[in-house]
């Protein structure tokens, strides 16, 4: 990988930087580097890759299909199975580097500390070695799993108690009495691993969730629901039918009936843990009321003792390097329009916070093309890009959940009226011929950033 030596570390830099090098920051840099538009990229880490690299377990597998999951410019090898392996994606992501050429833009090792708007809507970053560099805009593509949510408990545990974060490998449950609280896709992965190795597997759910079949006739889910627009009710109404055939009831499973709509919460999408569930090798329960030693009591009033306890409750958003005033975040998304930029600062796009139900690489794909051409328009402009989607209509998001058909829906639109769009913009802009970002000079505070998330 790259190590770009800047001798001047306050020259202005007439380039984007990209923060971060996992899947959602290599797809953009793809998407700059082929509308040519100059960047630099960095990433904390020693390899690029992001969470398949160094945040998933050994055993993991995505859980959206390779076809939809996978870049559209740059397909999975034909030999990868329909859901491939941890490392099999961390290798996919290193030929999708070289094979665009991506990694000479690369510098590992980089962790940013600080991005602050200043003099002339320019942003100061500076690095964990004191280096400081000014750029033209930031597209922060930090991830989002990685600042780890625990739950607040009452009483305490004499065992361990660990992040689903910090599972790494079937031998750290192996002949232990396991709970694992949650109910997304890592939790009941996890759960099933400690059904398999473990002395024994609790599942604590504090509230029943869909569980969705992997696969349906052989073809997995994800697939079924490719092509075309569907409306939202039409997919509820076809994957509540996938689910009755492949699992049938709750009751059947010792399970209360999820009392939100399907894809009103990200999806489970698991076939083990009801497996599990009908072999006595997983125990779901209520959620945690108290821990008592070695005991956990459950709101249903039983009681078990455990070895271990896994905490697979999911991460905050977060970004400590920015100052408070673009700390936009509000619970688990982040306030910007178009997905990605503000209304009162330009130069700054938060891309990657969402999940989407499906797989991320044909989304990335899809925004790239998007995504670029409003940087050049903000080019032509002074006014935040922002500030114009907002004008033209487009409200803040409420939630972090993106349904692919509606996104894909949306970008098509998009594209087709971007005239529209730049139109729209020039007409914001004559009524701002003097905007400016607002300088902020206050330094950032990392831990307390952090504690405060």
Same mark, same amino acid.
């Given at each position: ?7 001047n570390p306050l020259e ?197 969730? @869909?569980?969705? #079949?992997?696969?349906?006739? $052989?073809?997995? =889910? ?7 627009? /569907? ?46 569930i009908k072999h006595g ?71 990657? @916070?969402?999940? #989407?139900?499906?797989?991320? $690489?044909?989304? =990335? ?7 670029? /051409? ?80």
């Amino acid at each position: 990988m790259s190590n770009l030596n800047h001798q001047n570390p306050l020259e202005t830099v007439d380039k984007q930087l990209v923060i971060g090098a996992g899947f959602v920051g290599l797809g953009m840099a793809q998407a700059l580097k082929e509308a040519n538009i100059a960047y630099d990229q960095v990433d904390a880490s020693n390899e690029i890759g992001g969470n398949w690299y160094h945040g998933v377990y050994e055993t993991a597998h995505i859980i959206s299909s390779r076809k939809v999951t996978q870049f559209t410019q740059f397909p999975m090898p034909e030999d990868y199975p329909d859901f491939p392996s941890a490392q099999q994606m961390w290798e996919y992501l290193k030929a999708f580097a070289y094979h665009f050429d991506l990694h000479k833009h690369i510098e590992l090792n980089r962790h940013v500390t600080s991005v602050k708007p200043v003099e002339n809507s320019l942003w100061q970053v500076t690095f964990a070695n004191q280096e400081q560099r000014l750029y033209k805009g930031v597209v922060l593509c930090n991830g989002h799993h990685w600042c780890k949510r625990f739950p607040e408990f009452t009483g305490e545990f004499k065992g361990e108690i660990i992040h689903s974060k910090d599972y790494k490998r079937p031998e750290q449950l192996r002949g232990k009495r396991v709970l694992v609280i949650g109910g997304g896709n890592s939790a009941c992965d996890i759960a099933a691993e400690a059904a398999r190795v473990g002395k024994t597997s609790v599942l604590s759910l504090r509230e029943s969730i @869909w569980f969705l #079949p992997k696969t349906f006739a $052989g073809v997995p =889910v994800t697939d079924l629901s490719r092509g075309g627009w /569907r409306p939202k009710w039409f997919q509820r109404l076809m994957t509540y039918a996938l689910i009755r055939l492949s699992f049938g009831k709750h009751e059947s499973y010792g399970m209360t009936t999820p009392q939100h709509r399907i894809f009103d919460k990200h999806p489970t999408v698991n076939n083990e843990v009801p497996y599990y569930i009908k072999h006595g090798r997983i125990i779901p329960k209520p959620g945690v009321q108290h821990l008592n030693g070695n005991a956990v009591e459950f709101a249903d009033g039983s009681r078990e003792e455990f070895d271990l306890i896994v905490c697979a409750t999911g991460y905050y958003v977060a970004y400590p390097f920015l100052p408070p005033e673009l700390q936009r975040v509000r619970g688990s998304f982040v306030e910007c329009y178009g997905e990605f930029f503000l209304d009162d600062y330009k130069g700054i796009a938060y891309v990657g @916070w969402g999940q #989407p139900r499906g797989g991320v $690489g044909s989304l =990335v794909s899809a925004y790239g093309p998007f995504f670029t /051409r409003c940087l050049k328009l903000q080019d032509e402009i002074n006014v935040p890009i922002g500030l114009v989607l907002k004008e033209m209509g487009q409200s803040l998001p409420k939630t972090h959940l993106f349904d692919p058909h509606q996104v894909f829906r949306q970008l098509k639109l998009l594209n087709l009226g971007f005239n529209l769009v730049v139109r729209k913009a020039h007409q914001i802009d004559a009524t701002y011929p003097d905007f400016q970002n607002r300088p902020l000079d206050k330094e950032v505070n990392i831990k307390s950033d952090l504690a405060s998330v």
